[in-house]
Nanobody, 124 residues
Framework: QVQLEESGGGLVQAGGSLRLSCAAS????????MGWFRQAPGKTREFVGS????????YYTDFVKGRFTVSRDNGKNTVYLQMNSLKPEDTAVYYC?????????????????WGQGTQVTVSS
C-alpha cells in the first residue's frame, strides 16, 4: 500500500518562502515520478510541477517557473517543493502524488496515489 504524507504548509506573508515535504512509503520510490498539485477554494486541482524518478527531469507550470523548485531525495523517500516569492494567489491546498511512470507529466489522471494535502496560505 502506497502512502504519501505532506508537511510544511502554513501561513506566510507575500514574498516569503515555504518548503513542502512529501514522505512516501510502501513503494520503490525511485522508480516513479512524483508531482505536486494544488487546489484553491472553488477551483479545480491544477498541476504545479513534477520530477522524474531519478530527479534529473523536472517540469513546471508557467505560473510557478522561476519561483518554485521540485526536488527529491531517494535515500529518504521524500520529495520537496521549495516555494519562493509567494503570492496571495498561491493560496491553496497542496498535494503530492505519484505518477504511473518514471518521467512524469502534467496530466492529473496519470497520478494514481495522492496525499491528504497541506494548506498554504499567503497573506497580502
Amino acid at each position: 500500500q502506497v502512502q504519501l504524507e505532506e508537511s510544511g504548509g502554513g501561513l506566510v506573508q507575500a514574498g516569503g518562502s515555504l518548503r513542502l515535504s512529501c514522505a512516501a512509503s510502501g513503494q520503490t520510490f525511485s522508480g516513479y515520478a512524483m508531482g505536486w498539485f494544488r487546489q484553491a477554494p472553488g477551483k479545480t486541482r491544477e498541476f504545479v510541477g513534477s520530477i522524474s524518478g531519478s530527479g534529473v527531469h523536472t517540469y513546471y507550470t508557467d505560473f510557478v517557473k522561476g519561483r518554485f523548485t521540485v526536488s527529491r531525495d531517494n535515500g529518504k523517500n521524500t520529495v520537496y517543493l521549495q516555494m519562493n516569492s509567494l503570492k496571495p494567489e498561491d493560496t491553496a491546498v497542496y498535494y503530492c502524488a505519484r505518477h504511473i511512470g518514471f518521467y512524469g507529466s502534467y496530466t492529473l489522471s496519470e497520478y494514481n496515489y495522492w496525499g491528504q494535502g497541506t494548506q498554504v496560505t499567503v497573506s497580502s
